[in-house]
């Protein structure tokens, strides 16, 4: 069975970086027709997929637009675990923070696997 | 804000039947794009529910289910139970946005 463990801080200041961990267990960070995915939830915004790291021979990663100037997600193939780092935070991106994996199912992606969430207030 | 709109809330009474919408446009669910459905119980993360739109993964009850029809979808509850208060929510891919990913605004069952 297939568990995510997040960890990180829940509080950040404003221009500082978000930083929060993902730990793997029952699968492989480096596997086939998998990805790791940050998503995070708020009231403002819902749902909203952040981006994803896989592994097709080399390392790939997409990032959704509204954060691609500022995110980094990265894998620890040593750690068997993968992270996100958002940089210059706002109140804005306050929400809590979910790590999860995408499996192929039928003809589509699809979120099948969710880390316990992160709330992560944005503050001074 | 999201592309795939659902109803904020939704009730019945236990053992009755509920649905809930997803609508969507041109972009993602007219365009053929898969979609699935999220429930998201009080306190614990997300869980796949639907996807493709009418496949159950394991252990996800038969009362379950979904359908799809132009740029709408679908997901009906049959025989409401006290276990299934949560918010649920439509995925799917936009084109438009050249998003991988987008979610809707999401409906809270309450029963």
């Known amino acids: 069975q297939v568990q995510l463990q997040q960890s990180g801080p829940g509080l950040v200041k404003p221009s500082q970086t978000l930083s929060l961990t993902c730990a793997i267990s029952g699968a492989s960070v480096s596997g086939n027709n998998i990805a790791w995915n940050w998503i995070r939830q708020s009231p403002s915004r819902g749902l909203e997929w952040l981006g994803r790291?896989?592994?097709?021979?080399?390392?790939?990663?997409d990032y959704a637009a509204s954060v691609k100037s500022r995110i980094v997600i990265k894998p620890d193939t040593s750690k068997n675990q993968f992270s996100l780092q958002l940089n210059s935070v706002t109140p804005d991106d306050t929400a809590v923070y979910y790590c999860t994996r995408t499996t192929t199912l039928g003809t589509s992606s699809v979120f099948d696997v969710w880390g316990q969430g992160t709330v992560v207030t944005v503050s001074s | 804000q999201s592309v795939l709109t659902q109803p904020p809330s939704v009730s019945g009474a236990p053992g009755q039947r509920v649905t809930i919408s997803c609508t969507g446009n041109s972009s993602n669910i007219g365009a053929g794009y898969d979609v699935h459905w999220y429930q998201h119980l009080p306190g614990s993360a997300p869980k796949l529910l639907i996807y493709v739109t009418n496949n159950r993964p394991s252990g996800v009850p038969d009362r379950f289910s979904g359908s799809r029809s132009g740029t709408s979808a679908s997901l009906a509850i049959a025989g409401l139970q006290a276990e299934d208060e949560a918010d649920y929510y439509c995925?799917?891919?936009?084109?438009?946005?050249?998003?991988?990913?987008?979610f809707g605004t999401g409906t809270k069952v309450t029963v």
């Open positions: 995925q799917s891919y936009d084109s438009r946005l050249s998003e991988f990913f987008v």
């Open positions: 790291t896989y592994y097709r021979s080399k390392w790939y990663n």
